[in-house]
């Protein structure tokens, strides 16, 4: 038990930090916004380049853990967005965020420091693949669902056209696709480049988990907000269950990459849903509270993971 609070214990303590750093007026009203600026901007993206730099297509390519994870968040994400659609009757652009609400994994922020901590620098690639995932399918599916409810009269090419841009335009995806290209030339980094990168990298972790703190100590949409614990346990507990049983019964995955599919399907949603929200002016009340509590939620069922997981 001692191995895992002093896993857990690190990665929530930088959330809390933040947190407390805005409650306290330690740092200003634009913190979170500037911080995960950096975070998105430089920090995560260095990282992300780094690790597809030095890695070779054999390290990444693991058919049965992307299966397993693709499977287990999009099928949480189908299966939310028509039981909203279909039998609660909502419009398909606010099914849309419920249903990412509910299988957004937060794999940048809390799934890289964490994967680090307990499984090692070797751990990186599944969370670099995850990560993926997360960003280039799982939330491209989602924009274009909102795109679709929100211009469905503008067609499939005029909709395909703006997802395209927005993923070409994030750097969380040039950044590894960049660096994959690197690895595919064979040559070593540049000392100085690699320098500056491993510098940027290593500040991206804490900085990111601080980001979330303070994204969460911002004041909360009051009121009571309808279908917020049925999303929490679809992501806290449904998907990596999904993911779990694909990675070690049906696939039989290696250790390593079945303990980081585990972790990384059990991580709280991320702060990308209510981004989107508030970006396209919806109702961000009830996206928000996922996040809060799904965050709040994954001290106990993370710590659960880790107490199963043979951990050093």
């Known amino acids: ?10 990665v929530f303590a930088l959330i809390l930090l933040g947190y407390l750093c805005l409650r306290s007026g330690r740092l200003g009203p634009t913190a979170a916004s500037e911080l995960n600026r950096f975070v998105v901007w430089l920090g995560l993206p260095a990282l992300l380049f780094s690790i597809t730099a030095r890695s070779t297509w054999e390290e990444i390519w693991q058919p049965g853990f992307i299966i397993a994870f693709s499977v287990g968040c999009l099928g949480v994400f189908g299966f939310t967005l028509l039981y909203r659609m279909l039998w609660q009757k909502l419009p398909l652009v606010d099914a849309s965020l419920d249903a990412l609400g509910a299988s957004y994994a937060n794999t940048g ?7 680090m901590l307990i499984l090692g620098d070797q751990a990186l690639q599944p969370a670099l693949v995850s990560s993926l995932i997360v960003v280039c399918v799982l939330f491209a599916i989602a924009l274009a669902c909102v795109e679709t409810g929100l211009h469905g009269g503008q067609g499939f090419g005029q909709t395909l056209r703006k997802v395209s841009l927005a993923l070409v335009r994030n750097p969380l995806v ?18 100085p480049v690699d320098t500056l990168l491993r510098l940027l990298g290593a500040a991206a972790a804490p900085c990111a988990l601080v980001s979330l703190g303070l994204f969460l100590a911002q004041p909360q949409p009051g009121g009571p907000v309808k279908g917020v614990w049925p999303l929490v346990l679809l992501k ?5 269950l999904i993911t779990w049983y694909l990675a070690a019964k049906i696939f039989h995955l290696p250790p390593m990459w ?9 991580l709280p949603t991320g702060t990308g849903p209510f981004m989107l929200a508030e970006f396209y002016g919806r109702e961000a009340a009830r996206v928000s509270r996922v996040v809060l509590l799904s965050t709040l939620g994954s001290l106990l069922t993370l710590s659960a993971c880790l107490y199963l997981l043979p951990v050093d």
């Open 174 to 191: 040039i950044a590894p696709v960049l660096g994959g290209l690197w690895a595919v030339g064979g040559a070593p980094l540049p000392v």
């Open 109 to 115: 922020y809390i799934g890289i420091p964490l994967c």
């Open 1 to 10: 038990m001692s191995s895992v609070i002093n896993v857990v214990l690190p």
């Open 236 to 240: 806290l507990v449904g998907q990596p």
């Open 258 to 266: 079945t303990y980081s599919a585990l972790l990384l399907s059990a």
